[in-house]
Each structure stands twice: as structure tokens, then as C-alpha cells.
């Protein structure tokens, strides 16, 4: 009993540590993205976004699915950290200069002519060589020790947002804020290495061998990734190649909006996985009730909010962006909508990883990933920023509750969202 209350006391610790840490981040990049928008405008405003978007695309590739097994792995294999961490990075250190070499190739085919638009997105492609070190953050997770990294993380933001601080003082031009990225990632894994290190971390080793069977377990979610980041991000590419500029500008707009809250939604999950992973060990029932509980507080949340994004959308978008950005108001109304969706699969993950259900996800996100793109493509020219909103709403909901109802290992699963959605079976029952 007092190891557990133990454990739910260093839980909420962590949750509050995490929501500190995002809760800075995001009052600070609120207000200077705020600024930056309304200093480039809609159109370079786009620009910054859509290449934002290839940057998210290829880092899904870089990162291997690796981060989305590494606490388990962690804890799982509390001896040989040093090599568990040591080997993620080596990984994805390849991985990930790859994808910048690769980033820059596309651009130069895809946007071949446009020599403002190669350069903004190869400069923010530079932030995929310096994510690596983010590696180091899920140690400090699995040993429940986030206020290290939710003040080093606010720290390293707060530099790049002097740095686009001055940007705005100078009226730099874009090329200049597409660098910020790189910039935040440099700082943040300078500090995170030296905490590691401060904290009596691992020697880190590379094994091959080991390496093959991380990767094996992490394969899986690398297909995933890639096509959350098809649906999520080819949206704003599609604007801008059936478009404008402008056209992403507001969509961008609307899912900066909606999306800055979200850090609530990720310290709830990232505080709650240790202890899911510690029931999956221990007790089935105990798993089952919290992983409903995780998907009830997410979902009900994210309605809320929504539901106030909503009514609020138009006088929201004239006072914080200005008249020029009113366009945006329509798509916030319909992708705010996509939150609890889009979080319910995040949290999703964790029952993933636990049932090792992770070659099934292939299949979800493939066929989400192409309903998608089909949708932007008919609903984009009826509709601009609105109809690639809606077609982000539909690929969610198809994602977390229509296709695994068709993949039997998948629809426990789905038992479990839809009981906590009715509010079932939340609370323990005294036998």
C-alpha cells in the first residue's frame, strides 16, 4: 500500500512537472508565434508552415518508431540502459541526417523554380539532425523524473523565442524564422546531454545486436508514423499546391489555435504510461480500468474545449491575428473537433505497445492515411482550409473506431474507448 501511494504520489509529481514545463512552452510560443504571424502574414506565414509540414514528415521517418517502445525498453532492462539509449541514438543519428539529405532533394523536384520556398524548408529541415537528443527525455520519463526536462525543455524554448524576438525587432525575413526550429532542438539537446550526465546516466554503447531487436519492436510503428504524418501534414502541401500560400496560412492558423492546449492532453499521457505499463505486469482488470480512465479524461476534455473553440472561433481569430486572418475561423470550427480523436490514438499507443499489437497499426494508418488524401483532394477545391479540416476530422475518426473494428486483435481496444466514452467500469469495484 505505501509503495503505491508511493508511486501515485511521484505520478502526480511528474504530471505537474510536465504540465509546468508545457504550460511555459506554450504561453511562450503562443505569443510569439502570435507576433510572427501577424508580422509575415498569411502568405509567408504559409510558407513557414508548409515547410514545417515536410519537416514532421520526414521526422517521422527518422525516428524509427523507436520513442514509441524506448520507456518500455527502458524499464523493461534497468541494466543495460546506457546500451538501450546508446543504440536509439546511434539509430536514429543515421536515420535522421538521412532524412535531412532527403528533405532538401524533394523540395529542390517539387518546388523546383521557387528558390525562397527550397531554402525556408531546407533550413528547417536542419532541426531533424539535432532531434535525436530528444532520446534523452524518455529516460528521465521512465524514471519519473520530468521536472528535469520540463525545465530545461521551457529553458532551450525560451532562448529561440528571444532569437525570433529579435527576428521580429530587425523584421528579418522568413528564411530567417524557418532556422528557429533548428535552433531549439540544438540548444535542448546540449542541456539534455549535460543532465544526463549530472544525473549518474548509463555509459552509452552501440550494439548491433541489440540494435536489430529495438528495431524489430519498433518497426511496427514506423509505417504509422509515416502515415499519421500523411494525413496530419500533406494537408497543408495540398493547399499549397492546389492553392495558395495564403490558403495554408489559415488552416495553419486554426490548427496552431486548436492545438494550443494540447499540452495538457500529452502530460496526462506521457505522466499515466509508467504506471499503465506497471499494471499491464501486474494486473489485468487494474490495466483495463486505466487505460478507460486515460481515454475517458482525454475524450470529455478535449469535447469541452471544443465545444468553447467553437462558439468562440470568430471574435477568437479577429483579436488575437487580426482582421486578415478571419478565413481562419471557419476551418477552427471544424478541425478543434479533431482533438479528441487524434489523442484518443495517442493515448492508444500505450495498449499497443502492451499487447504487442504494433504490426496491426500498419493497416489503420495506411487506410486513414489514404482516405485522407482522397478527401483532400475533393473536398480542397470545394472548400479551401475547410475542407482540408474536415477531411483531417474524417481520417481520425476512421482511424481510432472504424478500421479496428475489422482487425479482431484491435477490438478490445475499442470496447475499451467506447465503455469510457459511456463512462463505464471507471472506478474500482470493491469485491
Known sequence: MKFRNLLKNRIAQNAGWLIFGKVGQMVVNFLVGLLTARFLGPSNYGLLNYAAAYTAFFSAICTLGINSVLVKEIIDRPAQQGTTLGTALGLRAVASVLSALSLMCLTMLVDAGEPETITVVSLSGLSLVFQIFETFQYWFQSRLESKVTAVLTLLAFTLTAVYKAVLLALKKSVAFFACANALDYLLLAIFLFIAYRKHHGAKLRFSWSYGKELLKKSRYFILPALMICV??????????????????????????????????LSAIIDSLTPSIYEANQTDHERFRRRNRQLYAIVFYLSMAVSAMYTLLASPAIRILYGTEYIPA?????????????????????????????????????????????????????RMGASGAALASLAAQIITVFIVPLFIKPLRENTKLMLDAIMLKDLRHRKK
Open 231 to 264: 494525413y496530419s501534414q500533406t494537408d497543408k502541401m495540398m493547399l499549397k499546391q492546389m492553392l495558395s500560400d495564403a490558403e495554408v496560412g489559415y488552416y495553419a492558423t486554426a490548427v496552431s489555435l486548436c492545438n494550443v492546449w494540447c499540452f495538457v
Open 329 to 381: 475561423a471557419a476551418p477552427l470550427r471544424i478541425i478543434t473537433w479533431y482533438t479528441a480523436f487524434s489523442y484518443l490514438g495517442v493515448a492508444r499507443n500505450i495498449w499497443i505497445v502492451c499487447k504487442n499489437c504494433q504490426k496491426y497499426l500498419i493497416w489503420v494508418y495506411l487506410f486513414a492515411a489514404l482516405s485522407n488524401v482522397g478527401l483532400n483532394l475533393l473536398l480542397i477545391p
